[in-house]
């Protein structure tokens, strides 16, 4: 199949359509037996897929479960051998850059069933196991917890010890396997009572600012003005974050009607034309009928707008709306829940 008939295809299907179609191909006895080691959500997910599944050319059906066939391989050569070994056989089956992809989807997937009894687990018992513990180990800890129980740890932690573990959660990418193993077991010991089924993905950027969205704003401040003096960038990245284009929808009026003041026309116009139908109604929505005139006729004339002249448009536009937040004059509403006074 030509490379953009692939990428096409790959598009067009999610994960839980790709499930529904290997299932599909199984037949309907062993497609049963499957779901027997599915969740409620996930059997309820893929009937519905199963339902709604329309005709699909034999190309497509053939690249399903190749996909299929090829990541279960790869589970099982990681599980028997690790991941060296898997890389060798994998390297010799599929070639270099294919068994990097593989090998890097599947130890995602391992990675984010460590720590699995922890989600469940009280935050103050959490907290009272893991407070004495050095930062970068607090941080891969709440690397896998829930961003609600992170953000209250992290509200509780000494405050020296803050700030240094954001950082490490912010620059955390992969973690040695031996090294969580250890940690892991060491941790279920103590948390023996607290047993868990759920499962997060570690770290990142995106992860420490959705914690950050969701602790108070003294915490926030604290943190951001320690970590910049350290590291201004990452600092700058973790905002960045912390509110997209898209969070538009969630602003009033007037705070809409305050930052749009404020944006380069131009800007706006290429934000929205790559932006989504709710973002640009909200816009055109709180702008006056001439300038939604103009706005719209700057968006039909852009053609072949690059995604990265987008995203800069759209960051320059939330760099704007956060600057705002700072001096006060609109409000970002966090994660959390601020309390507002009529």
Known sequence: MPAAAKQATEGALTPAKKIALVLASMGAENASSIYKHLSDEEVEAISVELARMEFHSMDTV?????????????QKVVTEGGIDYARNVLEKAFGAEAADALLSRITKQLETKSFDFVRKADYKNLLAIVQN?????????????????????????????RVEVVERIANMDRASPEVVKA?????????????????MEVGGISYVAEVMNNVDRATEKYIFDELSARDQKLADLIKQKMFVFEDIVRLDSK???????????????????GSTQEVAECIFANV???????????IEYLHNVRMRDVDEAQQRIVGIIRRLEQEGAITITRGGGDEIIA
Request: proline residues 2%.
């Open 183 to 199: 940690i892991e077991s060491s941790l279920e010991k103590k948390f023996a009572t607290l047993a868990s089924s759920e499962s």
């Open 255 to 273: 705070d809409i009607q305050e930052f749009v003041k404020q944006v380069d026309s131009k800007d706006l116009a290429v934000a929205i034309k």
């Open 133 to 161: 513990e050095h930062p970068q180990t607090i941080a891969l800890i709440l690397s896998y917890a829930r961003t609600d129980q992170a953000s209250a740890i992290l509200s509780e932690l000494p405050k020296e010890k």
């Open 62 to 74: 053939e690249e399903v479960l190749n996909e299929f066939y090829e990541l279960c391989l790869t």
């Open 288 to 298: 006056s009928s001439r300038a939604r005139e103009n706005l719209q006729a700057d």
